[in-house]
Antibody
Framework: EVQVVESGGGLVKPGGSLRLSCAASGFTFSDAWMSWVRQPPGKGLEWVGRIKSKTAGGTTDYAAPVKGRFTISRDDSKNTVYLQMNSLETEDTAVYYC????????WGQGTLVTVSS | QSVLTQPPSASGTPGQRVTISCSGGSSNIGRNAVNWYQQLPGTAPKLLIYTNNQRPSGVPDRFSGSKSGTSASLAISGLQSEDEADYYCAAWDDSLNGRVFGGGTKLTVL
């Protein structure tokens, strides 16, 4: 059974940092491309970024609003992908989902990040 | 303002057929595959259609997708009360070098 589980969300002040984790199982994680998608309260889905598999180069792509502030990385030995978020802004408040890429076949349940003073 | 344009709402009665449109451009839908997601209230999105018209295992054949030029659409036939959800289209955008989503369509079953 495929499982994708995010963790690490919480309350952080503007300008602060937070690292989210996404642990996956039930598929060959090292072959998978993984993405992060967020959803502000009451609003639609917004793509954050993705990381390719190491065999595909392991490169990352980011949405314009987070480029330079957020970093996606992966540890295939732990079947885990990370989202390091720096210089957080109130507009980053959202539920953050981890999903397989490019189809988005498997999603986690999401973790809430609240940026507020 | 989303790169892909969807109607904010749609509705139908049980048993009816409804369609949800998704309009984009030459750098996204015009060149790349479209996926559709269903998000039931309070839950994570679920893949409904991938690569324009393919259904993952377990998705009823009441759901179908199509694409023509720079637009795509999702059709739901034999509408059921449990289909009441938000629906999103998505595609890769070559100009933005990122994935773009539609703003979402809230489907109400009357």
């Amino acid at each position: 059974e495929v499982q994708v589980v995010e963790s690490g969300g919480g309350l952080v002040k503007p300008g602060g940092s937070l690292r989210l984790s996404c642990a996956a199982s039930g598929f060959t994680f090292s072959d998978a491309w993984m993405s992060w998608v967020r959803q502000p309260p009451g609003k639609g889905l917004e793509w954050v970024g993705r990381i390719k598999s190491k065999t595909a180069g392991g490169t990352t792509d980011y949405a314009a609003p987070v480029k330079g502030r957020f970093t996606i990385s992966r540890d295939d030995s732990k079947n885990t992908v990370y989202l390091q978020m720096n210089s957080l802004e109130t507009e980053d408040t959202a539920v953050y989902y981890c999903a397989t890429d490019p189809r988005g076949m498997h999603w986690g349940q999401g973790t809430l990040v609240t940026v507020s003073s | 303002q989303s790169v892909l344009t969807q109607p904010p709402s749609a509705s139908g009665t049980p048993g009816q057929r409804v369609t949800i449109s998704c309009s984009g451009g030459s750098s996204n839908i015009g060149r790349n595959a479209v996926n559709w997601y269903q998000q039931l209230p309070g839950t994570a999105p679920k893949l409904l259609i991938y690569t324009n018209n393919q259904r993952p295992s377990g998705v009823p054949d009441r759901f179908s997708g199509s694409k023509s030029g720079t637009s795509a659409s999702l059709a739901i036939s034999g509408l059921q009360s449990e289909d009441e959800a938000d629906y999103y289209c998505a595609a890769w955008d070559d100009s933005l070098n990122g994935r773009v989503f539609g703003g979402g369509t809230k489907l109400t079953v009357l």
